[in-house]
DNA sequence: TATAATAACTTACATAAAGTAAGTAACTAA
DNA sequence: TTAGTTACTTACTTTATGTAAGTTATTATA
């Protein structure tokens, strides 16, 4: 190994390859949503979400916050570092819709 | 599932998500190069560096072009279509130098 | 009082993706 | 004839993800 590449891009690009980690953030760009919300929305499992959330929890990314009512209610949204994420969603969105066609996604 | 993200976002930052895909783009964006380059440069495994070079020719994104030296010399490197990803590229730069303190990182 | 419902997880197990290291092909140099 | 070089491929192991059932906590319903 000869790695010369930016600590700093590195890690920001092994978050964003992480699968479903940029869908999350893109879906709570939207605003708070609760568990099954993301869960449906994306299409991801239970399993990996939680670990995810829990991961981007760690990182900055993401707040949880607890709603004591029955049954409880727990909100996910985006802090300032998570909602910074927006330019880059933006640039995915322009370059998804200048170089795929509809027909030829999957 | 629910899913109302449209199908040519989710497909880009499918690419995107898929393990080493974003590494790799960003490598080719420093000009061609052969595969024992980018394999050192960014420390993928052979075998899955050819497994995404391969799908990435696929999707039009690289281009891969055989000079019959000794021994062969097979480079490596981004259509235009590849070439668009750079301002994606600089934003996550961008993002990383913003919000990532290099003592956080690892 | 017992049962059911709901949301947010967690656990156990199965399948898929990625890492490791040895092997192959094609060619030249020693 | 043997060794070296590059770009892979193959067989096998480890890690990540998917699936589906189970758990916890709380209230509503029979």
Redesign the interface.
Known sequence: ?????????????TI????????II??LLSGPQRFGTIE????VSGRVLSERLKDLENEGIVKREVFPETPVRIEYSLTE?GV??E??MK??????????E?EE??
């Open positions: 190994m000869d790695k010369s590449i930016c600590p700093r891009f590195e890690k920001a690009i964003l390859s992480q699968r479903w980690t940029g869908l893109y879906q449906s929305a994306i299409g570092k910074s994420f330019p880059l640039e995915i969105e322009k370059w998804s819709q200048h170089w795929l509809p996604i999957q």
